[in-house]
């Protein structure tokens, strides 16, 4: 029997990953997925959005609701995946869980600590499950790099250094977007960089207990010198301007699933990057400290001319570099020994280096991942947590946050420029 399952939230991560992948489109899903999974139903509170989504999966007669428990009622399955937006998470898992389903949650699990104390509560009053959908747990280099640390390649840890350092088109998209918006997204620290914290956290096998940080924003900002128009559809410099959105890209999938859908609740999804809407930071720099006396610092940027990340580990016996460029493991003891690992990304063109196929088919049960890289709900909150602690620590100039501080309420946005 086929396991079912309902998508909450049809933008591009639920379509183009999840649904796709389930039903095993070429580049998106292992043939194997098909077999094992049907799609039951689509959530969105914009209809028109949905059922675009519906005929893109050539299944236009698929059950198309606004609501996890209508689409329960109309159509049940076993499993929930909410790939709405991040300020959302809260009440679609809630809701999904009460309506019986085990849920998948695109990261990060919330917006705050608070919240997800109420959906870890939720999930032991049903007796439901709940898994996260930190796909960098399953990229080809992470699970190494934790196998090595936590059997003691370099000793106890003691330093971490780490970034994200992001382009114009991937940094900057998250301006186009409702991202840019705090109260949506509580920051690209909580929305992006949960993946480096989870890493961070799940490598080391440590919790945070207090940040200090600072951050600005000082490149998305109103450029009236430009000349640009609102957005980039109805914009004079479209041909010219680096941070240009193109919605007929990808056979224009994303004109079909935003613009034309734009009349239901009025989201445009190439609004321009530079504006004063933004309540986002697009620079930021931590100071964290781990449990078991690790220190760790971080940096995100989201306007470089090239992206890359990075992890250094240094410990008592030696240290691990994993980043993103070739090689991407190395590791280097005191006896002046260097170890190289690097691995090629796999999945072909299947989403993040084949990441996505590894985390739908952990789901299914089927091989290819290591019970390790499973995200349960208390390992995800470490990673919100480490945000939340920042933006209050830099809603307060930098005045160091302890982990008991937080879980109680939303953070505050970051001063504005």
Known sequence: MKTRFII??????????????????????????A?????????????ARGRACARELKLPDLPVCRGVAEAQKAAPAEWCIVTTPDFTHRDVVVEALQSGLNVLVDKPLA????????????????????????????????????????????????HVEAAEV??????????????????????????????????????L??????????????????????NHGPRCTECDIADECPHFYDMDRWD???????????????YIRDLCVFSDRHTVNDQETLNITFSKGALASF?????????????????????????????????????????????EREGGENGHGGADVKLIADILGLPGSDPLQRAHPSEARRAVLIADLANRSIADGGRPVRADQAGKDFPPAPPQP
């Open 299 to 343: 940096t995100n940027v989201t306007f470089a001319p090239r992206e890359y990340s990075y992890f250094y580990f240094t410990g008592t016996r030696g240290r691990l570099e994993m980043q993103s460029r070739k090689p991407n493991l190395r590791l280097f003891s005191h006896d002046g020994n260097v170890e190289e690992f690097s691995a």
């Open 8 to 33: 909450a939230g049809t933008g591009n991560r639920g379509l183009g990953c999840f649904a796709k992948g389930l039903l095993s489109w070429p580049t998106k899903g292992l043939p194997e997925f």
């Open 111 to 158: 917006t705050s600590a608070w919240e997800c104390d109420q959906i870890i509560q939720a999930m032991q009053r049903t007796g439901r499950q709940i898994i996260v959908g930190h796909n960098a747990r399953y990229g080809a280099w992470s699970l190494k790099a934790a196998r090595l640390v936590r059997d003691g390649a370099i000793g106890k840890v003691l």
């Open 35 to 47: 077999e094992r999974a049907e799609l039951a139903a689509l959530v969105d509170t914009n209809l």
């Open 252 to 266: 224009g999938v994303h004109r079909r699933i935003y613009k034309d859908a734009e009349g239901e609740d009025g």
């Open 166 to 203: 992001l382009d114009y088109s991937h940094g900057g998209d998250y301006f186009h977007r409702w991202h840019s918006d705090f109260s949506r997204s509580a920051g690209l620290l909580t929305h992006k960089c949960c993946h480096q914290f989870d890493l961070m956290c799940w490598i």
């Open 205 to 226: 096998d440590d919790d945070p207990v207090a940040v200090s940080a600072w951050g600005g924003r000082s490149f998305y900002r109103e450029r009236p010198d430009l």
